[in-house]
């Protein structure tokens, strides 16, 4: 059974950093995709970053340029570096896999399409 653990997160100033994590064994191989959401409220999700097995990343233009989605697979972790965080960066953080070869790995896919979802974690930017 995939369950990612998520860390990190927490509260900052506006132009700070944090960095998320989300860890499983299996991302140690190549298969799954991983994407990272955030849930302001209303329990709908905007994805944020998505990670492909080989690397591959692709963002959303509200995190282009500021936030870093990385993987070290001898670690079986996948990170979110956020740097220049804003106020409107406030919200709780979803990593989600998926291991469906059939389905793109890039920004933009539904969160249903996401089996496997990691636990949330906040990250509260004040002013």
């Known amino acids: 059974r995939v369950e990612p653990v998520q860390s990190g997160g927490g509260s900052v100033q506006s132009g700070g950093s944090l960095r998320l994590s989300c860890s499983e064994t299996a991302f140690s191989s190549s298969d799954y995709c991983v994407a990272w959401f955030r849930e302001v409220g209303g329990g709908l999700r905007e994805g944020v970053a998505v990670i492909g097995g080989d690397g591959t990343t692709t963002y959303a233009m509200s995190a282009k340029g500021r936030f870093t989605v990385s993987r070290d697979n001898t670690k079986s972790t996948v990170y979110l570096q956020m740097d220049s965080l804003k106020p409107e960066d406030t919200a709780v953080y979803y990593c989600?896999?998926?291991?469906?070869?059939?389905?793109?790995?890039?920004?933009?896919?539904?969160?249903?399409?996401?089996?496997?979802w990691g636990q949330g974690t906040e990250v509260t930017v004040s002013s």
């Open positions: 989600a896999a998926d291991s469906n070869p059939l389905l793109p790995c890039r920004y933009g896919r539904d969160p249903r399409d996401f089996g496997v």
